[in-house]
């Protein structure tokens, strides 16, 4: 079975501050990892995604991840937070060893970046 | 390039009526999946579509159903409405059986009087 958690509701971040956002997962294979944000009222916006490789992943507007793998985590970071950062953002994994896995989602993190 | 459409945007029914839910997703893409956003909170997976054939169910009762057109498109039914199935339904496509991206469309509102 395979699982993702964000053990943080929220985040609270002064603007110029770096910020991270956490998430663990579990998957029997090799885990394929997501990061995404959602604006209020809107679907969810790509950020982000590990597959194999390079540990730091970058994505869009300035947002990085790291993989451990010995620790289970995909960290979403970045250096210096802005206001408009302020949204929902969700961890996804898939299990890449498993024909017949699904996407699933954690239960998102509330990040507010303070001015 | 055409991203995830849903219709409609909004939807109101009361209780005990049944909803239909639309999805098309990004051309090339041929799975379909669906999830259930209540209050701004997390996303529970409802239903998972590929080649037509339904492939995983999350953990929803029966009268959550769809199914999956051989164009790709998708439909989501929900029956015997219920006040707590007032959420916001996403949908998103992939390409299956690749390490490509699952893009969401802007989803439909369910609100149930």
């Known amino acids: 079975a395979q699982s993702v958690a964000q053990p943080e509701d929220q985040v609270n971040v002064a603007e110029g501050n770096p910020l991270t956002v956490k998430c663990t997962y579990s998957?029997?294979?090799?885990?394929?990892l997501f990061w995404y944000v959602q604006y209020p009222n809107r679907g969810l916006q790509f950020l982000l995604k590990?597959?194999?490789?390079?540990?730091l992943v970058k994505g869009s507007y300035g947002f990085e991840a790291e993989f451990n793998k010995s620790q289970t985590s995909f960290h979403l970071k970045k250096p210096s937070a802005l206001v408009s950062d302020s949204a929902l953002y969700f961890c996804?994994?898939?299990?890449?060893?498993?024909?017949?896995?699904?996407?699933?989602f954690g239960s998102g993190t509330r990040l507010s970046i303070r001015p | 390039e055409a991203g995830v459409t849903q219709s409609p945007t909004h939807l109101i029914k009361t209780r005990g009526q049944q909803a239909t839910l639309r999805c098309s997703p990004i051309?090339?893409?041929?799975?379909v999946y669906w999830y259930q956003q209540a209050l701004g909170l997390g996303l529970q997976f409802l239903l998972w579509?590929?080649?037509?054939?339904?492939?995983n169910r999350g953990n929803f009762p029966p009268r959550f159903s769809g199914r999956q057109f051989p164009n790709y498109s998708s439909e989501l039914n929900v029956n015997a409405l219920e006040l707590e199935d007032s959420a916001l339904y996403l949908c998103?496509?992939?390409?299956?059986?690749?390490?490509?991206?699952?893009?969401f469309g802007p989803g439909t509102r369910l609100t149930v009087l």
């Open positions: 051309s090339g893409h041929t799975s």
């Open positions: 998103a496509s992939i390409r299956e059986r690749s390490t490509d991206t699952q893009y």
């Open positions: 998957v029997s294979g090799n885990p394929y």
């Open positions: 996804a994994v898939r299990d890449l060893d498993s024909s017949a896995s699904k996407i699933i």
């Open positions: 579509y590929d080649e037509g054939e339904e492939r």
């Open positions: 590990y597959i194999t490789g390079d540990n």
